[in-house]
């Protein structure tokens, strides 16, 4: 079985960071990422938002260059299925499974999104309905159109970038939709997204229906302080609900509630981060 000082699962800005951190140290470190390239959601990031104005994809660059003239062992299309309380791994790849020994461990996983599902909306499984990461992925990595007439249901960071990108590419996005009584997100993304492009927000309402069959031809807006319906028509419906940390593969070692001394968290798998500087920044403070 193949020995590291240190495995980092997850090659996003944190798990670049933190094998760099680490590698400079002089430990051997192995990053296990599950696509095939370096990245994490930077890859699908086009804005010019990054470490003061690179799009996300020219700042991964600058961390995979550095990566790469490292010593970090780097496997991509890896998967790492399991961590095993006694300090092994099985990891997933094309070749087949592996198992890997290790001392230290750093979950670098990143996030995943809510999806509309998850909440009380009535109505079938029409196409037509995207999570915002997703949408992201297929317009930027894959080149696929998502339909027109969008609606956003979810007005923070993400929420609002997507507005702007859909409007840029000349896509109508029929309204962002937030229960609160305010717009969420950083205010630049306020002004240079929704306010910009002049988006239309309804505030204080949600969408309780999907309306269609086969393919979405509208939601049911609900305003929440008068109950009130309404439809709204719609081509495609984008959901930019939330991030939640991914930390099921720590799920089976915790030990009284507590990770074991040897596995620690960093990037967006901790806590959901604006921006990524600081990911970067405590990704290496993090290393062993
Ligand atoms: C839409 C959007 C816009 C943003 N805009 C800005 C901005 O303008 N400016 C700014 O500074 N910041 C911005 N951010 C924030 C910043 O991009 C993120 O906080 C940061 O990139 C997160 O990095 P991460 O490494 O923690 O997570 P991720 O980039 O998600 O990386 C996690 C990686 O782990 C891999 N992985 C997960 N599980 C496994 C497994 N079991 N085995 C192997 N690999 C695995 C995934 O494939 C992924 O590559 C934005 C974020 C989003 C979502």
Not at 15 to 22: H, I, Q, R, T, Y
């Amino acid at each position: 079985m193949e020995e590291f000082d240190l495995l980092v699962i997850g090659g996003g800005a944190a798990g670049m960071a933190a094998s760099l951190a680490a590698a400079r140290r002089g430990q051997r470190v192995l990053l296990a990422e599950r696509e095939a390239r370096l990245g994490g959601i930077l890859n699908q990031c086009l804005h010019s938002g990054f470490g003061g104005g690179l799009t996300g994809p020219a700042y991964a660059r600058q961390l995979i260059d550095r990566v790469n003239a490292s010593a970090v062992c780097v496997r991509t299309g890896t998967d790492v299925l399991r961590i095993f309380p006694d300090r092994t791994a099985l990891l997933s790849s094309r070749t087949g499974l592996e198992r890997v020994e290790f001392q230290k461990c750093i979950l670098a996983s990143g996030c995943r999104e809510r999806s509309v599902w998850s909440l009380p909306v009535a109505g079938s499984r029409p196409a037509g309905v995207f999570t915002a990461g997703t949408a992201q992925k297929l317009m930027n990595l894959g080149g696929y159109d998502i339909g027109d007439g969008v609606v956003i249901m979810g007005s923070g960071d993400v929420g609002q970038i997507m507005a702007r990108q859909l409007a840029q590419a000349g896509k109508r996005v029929v309204a962002i939709i937030e229960q609160r009584d305010q717009l969420g997100g950083l205010p630049r993304n306020r002004r240079d997204c929704v306010e910009a492009y002049r988006i239309p927000v309804l505030l204080q309402c949600t969408v309780d229906e999907i309306l269609g069959a086969g393919r979405i031809r509208g939601v049911m807006v609900r305003h929440l302080p008068t109950g009130r319906r309404w439809e709204l028509p719609c081509g495609t419906l984008l959901t930019a609900l939330g991030l939640i940390p991914d930390r099921a593969l720590c799920r089976e070692l915790l030990e009284d509630g507590a990770l074991p001394e040897w596995l620690r968290l960093c990037g967006n798998c901790d806590y959901v981060h604006d921006m990524v500087d600081s990911v970067v920044r405590e990704a290496a403070q993090t290393a062993f």
